[in-house]
């Protein structure tokens, strides 16, 4: 279904739904007006990339593709957003990433920044969002960031928080040769927490495949009293532990080292 190389253009995935260039990023972008190549563009994303039954659950499978590269020294990243309040997800409702292509480092933060966890996931892991928690995602790697989700297909994604506090909690900037990249602090955060390392989990199977075969099990983005399923239990992390509810950040996390 996707193919793709270094400096690919990943034809095969066809029109985009919708693409963001520099300049779309100005307001979450760290070197504000230092755009460079303001019509660059930076990311692409396929609403309802493919269809299946999943659907009728009211889940929607998308893709986001983010090229490598930077815009005055931050690397490319989505814009970020946080998950409107539905009835049954007063807080906001969960997603589940996975990265097909590339390395992506996924930033998640509550309203205010108090709270952040960090996620570096390559091919084959997974990432989840959970309620309550805004979210954005960093190309950290060399080559394009493919990534795909799976969403309630009537959530709506609100981009306004981010806007005015010209971006996440953490600025993602380019490192060296070792560590790849590098975090500096948003100022517009005045009570901004340390970020905590979230591993993410690593799955055997692709998104697609499974919500194709089985899309029951995932119920867990349907409704907040739903179990979630023995793939992502056999992380080793309690419901609470992986939804970051029930007693902060992730337990046993660490945080990295900031500039």
Known sequence: MVSGSAGGEFEQLGLPSWERKAADLLLVLRSGGALGEPERVVYRVWRGAERGRWEEWGLRYDLTLILAGEIGGELNKTFGHYHAPLPLWPQGFPELYQVLEGRGLFLLQRP?????????????????????????????????????????AEGEALYEPFA?????????????????????????????????????????????????????EFRFLLHPEAELPFWMRGAGSEKGEVLLEKGGSARGGTSPSVQ
């Open 112 to 152: 205010g920044g108090r709270e952040v966890a960090l996620s570096l996931a390559g091919p084959g892991e997974a990432v989840f969002i959970p309620p309550g928690f805004g979210h954005l995602t960093v190309n950290v790697g060399p080559e394009p960031l493919l990534v795909s989700n799976l969403v309630l």
């Open 164 to 216: 005015r506090s010209r971006g996440g909690a953490w600025y993602v900037l380019k490192g060296d040769e070792l560590a790849g990249f590098r975090l500096r602090p948003n100022p517009s955060y005045s009570e901004l927490g340390l970020p905590r390392l979230r591993p993410p989990l690593y799955l055997s199977f692709r998104l697609l495949d499974r919500v194709r075969d089985c899309p029951e």
